[in-house]
């Protein structure tokens, strides 16, 4: 079992940046595929970015140029940055581990116009 801890969302108006953090609990946390995925209010939950665990990365064609995943293996955690968000940014974003797979909490992101 793997527990996901994300961090790092809030209220920002639209051009704004956030950087969401997920923490996770093993520390073979090296060996995972990890994601962020985000659901709005009445939507399906949908793949915003992916990390392999030789750092390859893919991402939502919504967000490219505007969005960075990366990851720290030393300290378990993989980060989501955020650059000039949009109003229809605005979801609960979620952390996925592949190796269950694992989800964490979520966390809100609301972009104002």
């Known amino acids: 079992q793997v527990q996901l801890v994300e961090s790092g969302g809030g209220l920002v108006q639209a051009g704004e940046s956030l950087r969401l953090s997920c923490l996770a609990s093993?520390?073979?946390?090296?060996?995972?595929?990890m994601g962020w995925y985000r659901q709005a209010p009445g939507k399906q939950r949908e793949l915003v970015a992916r990390?392999?665990?030789?750092?390859?990365?893919n991402y939502a064609d919504a967000v490219k140029d505007r969005f960075t995943i990366s990851r720290d293996n030393a300290k378990n955690t993989v980060y989501l940055q955020m650059n000039s968000l949009k109003p229809e940014d605005t979801a609960v974003y979620y952390c996925?581990?592949?190796?269950?797979?694992?989800w964490g909490q979520g966390t809100q992101v609301t972009v104002s116009s």
């Open positions: 093993r520390s073979i946390f090296s060996s995972a595929t």
């Open positions: 996925m581990d592949d190796r269950g797979p694992f």
């Open positions: 990390i392999t665990r030789d750092s390859s990365t």
